[in-house]
């Protein structure tokens, strides 16, 4: 059987040593079956091995394979939609439900990292950068909205403190959330996966689950083993394929590049972002980056819907760097890969339940660091029989894309050709 292995990126070469997990090769029984070892799977496993269940793990390539173990490591707030849409949708009783949960996500990683002694080079702060005056005036609103629902880490900046965190000359200003931060993504992921099995959970790794047989105890199949279980954690996101058909309608996998300079130097580094907070700027077609705990740029942008690998990741993403920071035209480009995030066509996260027993959560489209890490606790909490928090996410609506499966790719990049215009126009 094909042995997936992680793609050359940046935190493979530089990920914690972790055991090569053996494929499942049994019939097992467990409580909870978990398809899927990126934050998703490992969150919802954490959280439930802490309330007594037995957990086992399928995983078809290796722990933090997806997109967990391949992002740009930023640690950013709230949902890919921000509550005020939610809201103009939803009204305000689920809106504010969600409104609360929204920055719970990145207090869960910190007390993960506590807790487990998790190395993977946590530091605090992120910013939001902006580009126009428009976009400064969102940030505005935006710092209002999230202090309405109690998060006060925030600090806007004008054009002159923007250029004290980062050395860009682009930005008109930003706002900073010292409540964001970044980490090594692979470590953290390694690190989850390390506590899940001192918990006694087991991960099978060379393992894809590619049958669910449906019913009382549903049964998960992988090539050479199965699984039965009272529960089913859907948890393969992007990666998910078609496993479960009702699924797949109403998302879209897509790629975005990043790439990992050689070493900077403790005085580049410095000069290009003080104090070491990972920046993301407002475009629509974002470009988002930070320093690694080895002061290296990690740069990321772009992307290609339909998740094909593009074939020449450094000479889409490269100039973006070069625009941002002329300074480092002679640097050298260590490390560029690819990775794939789900989109839905309302931004928000697609959570819900099939039967009585197979949950699922998938589609946090781009930002998911966070929300990953509360989807866990929020799908745990449901299956111990407290759903209010599970749905509200449940309740959200999601539409297949205009033009099926087959027409998808090509109305969304027509989409995002019109926002990158937006974009580069300013309006
Ligand atoms: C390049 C890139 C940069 C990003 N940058 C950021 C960022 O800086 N900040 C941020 O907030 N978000 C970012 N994101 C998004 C974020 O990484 C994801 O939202 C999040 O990691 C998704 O986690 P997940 O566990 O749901 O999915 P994944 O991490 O993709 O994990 C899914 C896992 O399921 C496995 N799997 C799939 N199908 C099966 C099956 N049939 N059987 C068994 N296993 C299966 C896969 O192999 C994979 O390991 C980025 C995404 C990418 C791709």
């Known amino acids: 059987m094909a042995n997936t292995s992680y793609p050359a990126s940046y935190y493979a070469a530089s990920a914690n040593p972790a055991p090569s997990r053996p494929a499942l090769q049994d019939d097992v ?14 969150s919802s496993a954490l959280f439930l091995l802490e309330h007594g269940f037995k957990v086992t793990i399928v995983e078809a390539a290796k722990v933090g ?7 740009g490591g930023q640690i950013v707030n709230s949902y890919s939609r921000d509550i005020d849409v939610i809201e103009r ?44 005056a428009k976009q400064l005036g969102h940030l505005e609103s935006q710092k209002r909205l999230w202090e309405r629902f109690g998060h006060t880490q925030l600090e806007l900046l004008d054009q002159r403190r923007i250029r004290e965190v980062v050395a860009c000359e682009e930005y008109v200003g930003g706002m900073l959330d010292m409540s964001g931060g970044h980490i090594h993504p692979l470590n953290l992921a390694l690190g989850e996966a390390a506590a899940v099995e001192s918990l006694g959970g087991v991960i099978y790794e060379q393992s894809p689950a590619v049958r669910i047989e449906r019913g009382a105890s549903p049964v998960v199949h992988t090539p050479q083993g199965k699984v039965r279980a009272k529960f089913i954690i859907v948890a393969g996101n992007a990666y998910l394929g078609n496993l479960v058909p009702e699924l797949a309608a109403k998302s879209m996998p897509c790629g975005t590049q990043v790439i990992a300079t050689e070493p900077l130097g403790e005085e580049l580094a410095h000069r290009l972002l003080p104090q070491d907070y990972c920046v993301e700027d407002c475009n629509y077609l974002l470009d988002y980056y930070r320093l690694t705990g080895d002061k290296r740029l990690i740069f990321g942008g772009g992307v290609v819907y339909g998740a094909r690998d593009p074939a020449n990741i450094e000479a889409i993403i490269r100039p973006k760097m070069l625009k941002a920071f002329p300074l480092l035209k ?14 839905t066509l309302s931004r928000l996260p697609q959570v819900g339940r099939l039967g009585d027993n197979i949950y699922y959560s998938q589609g946090c489209s781009g930002h998911g660091v966070t929300y990953t890490h509360l989807a866990g606790k929020v799908l745990a909490e449901a ?34 050709w019109y926002y990158g215009l937006r974009d580069r126009l300013g309006f």
């Open 89 to 132: 949708s939803v009204g305000p009783q689920q809106a504010q439900l969600l409104g609360n949960m929204a920055f719970e996500g990145g207090r869960i990683i910190r007390e993960r990292v506590a807790k487990y002694q998790i190395q993977c080079d946590l530091k605090d702060g992120g910013v939001f950068a902006a580009l126009t």
């Open 383 to 416: 299956l111990r029989g407290q759903a209010e928090r599970f749905d509200a996410f449940a309740d959200l609506p999601h539409y297949p894309f205009p033009g099926g499966q087959l027409l998808r790719t090509p109305f969304a990049a027509m989409g995002a």
């Open 65 to 71: 394979f997806g997109a967990s173990g391949r992002n």
């Open 330 to 343: 002679d640097v050298k480009i260590d490390y560029a890969w690819t990775g794939n995030f789900l989109l």
């Open 29 to 42: 029984e467990t409580d909870v079956c978990v398809i899927g070892a990126g934050y998703t799977g490992l």
